[in-house]
């Protein structure tokens, strides 16, 4: 009895941890490309706005395609900007990390930039 009772902990404890690797997975998006950016406001601190081809997400209540990035420091937003820009110049694949929803935009944890040849 004992060890069916383990068992059952050890088999509920694997199902938490496959839900929450696969819960993961969601917010991670690949293989986008940028079509737009845009900067949000005139100010320092201030984050942009970027647009991709494909509708990602339902912040909003419908489907979008539009992005936002913040940061604390200056140079980390920077270089997400500069990222950002090369995908959209050089038109290479991004891949994001979403953080939720602020209106009908997608926070954005992290930006990776590839050469899209997958």
Same mark, same amino acid.
């Given at each position: 009895m004992k060890s069916l009772i383990q068992l059952s902990f050890l088999f509920v404890i694997s199902l938490v941890y496959i839900h929450g690797a696969s819960a993961e997975d969601k917010n991670i998006k690949d293989n986008l490309s @940028?079509?737009?950016?845009?900067?949000?406001?005139?100010d320092v601190r201030s984050g942009f706005d970027f647009f991709t081809s494909k509708k990602t997400h339902k912040c909003g209540?419908?489907?979008?395609?539009r992005h936002r990035s913040y940061s604390d420091h200056k140079? @980390?937003?920077?270089?997400?900007f500069q990222l950002l820009l090369a995908a959209l110049n050089y038109q290479h694949k991004v891949s994001i990390k979403s953080l939720g929803c602020e209106g009908r935009a997608l926070l954005v944890d992290y930006v990776g930039i590839s050469s899209g040849s997958r």
């Open positions: @940028v079509i737009s950016i845009y900067q949000i406001e005139d209540g419908k489907l979008s395609n140079e @980390v937003a920077q270089r997400k």
